[in-house]
């Protein structure tokens, strides 16, 4: 088994910049697939409310880009994005919102892992706003 070095606040070679000028839009959303777990098994069990949510089989008004559309689910999803509440382009800023919301729920995590067809992300889009450039993660992200 590898063992990793504890980290220190010298691991953080690149201070938080909310304005992080190469970044047009980013956000951090986490993604839960539940199988045949309906989502609102999935709220009662984290007790957080999601941002948004598929239901397999029931008919969901989806935007996008800004086209107002009514699709039917095809899986069952519970998801918590940041995007509408942490207006930093920093993406550190957004995961720590995300973490912050979890950290209390990680042994809840662990058993909703453990549910046949259950699969977990944390999806970080970055969108460059010059053609280059990237996001910057500290380790213990």
């Not at 691991?11 to 980013?26: L, V």
């Not at 086209?67 to 920093?90: A, H, M, Y």
Request: glycine share 8%; hydrophobic share 35%; with cysteine.
């Amino acid at each position: 088994m590898t063992q990793f070095k504890q980290l220190t606040l010298g691991s953080r070679n690149t201070p938080m910049n909310s304005i992080y000028g190469t970044c047009e839009r980013t956000c951090a959303k986490l993604q839960i697939y539940s199988g045949d777990m309906h989502p609102s098994v999935v709220t009662e069990r984290l007790g957080i409310v999601p941002t948004s949510v598929i239901v397999k089989g029931e008919f969901s008004p989806r935007n996008s880009r800004g086209l107002r559309r009514v699709r039917v689910g095809k899986i069952n999803g519970w998801f918590l994005s940041s995007e509408d509440f942490v207006p930093s382009k920093d993406v550190r800023h957004h995961l720590d919102w995300i973490l912050e919301r979890l950290e209390a729920k990680k042994v809840v995590l662990l058993e909703l892992q453990d549910v046949p067809g259950v699969k977990m992300f944390i999806f970080c889009p970055w969108w460059s706003k010059h053609g280059q450039g990237g996001p910057t993660l500290w380790p213990e992200q």
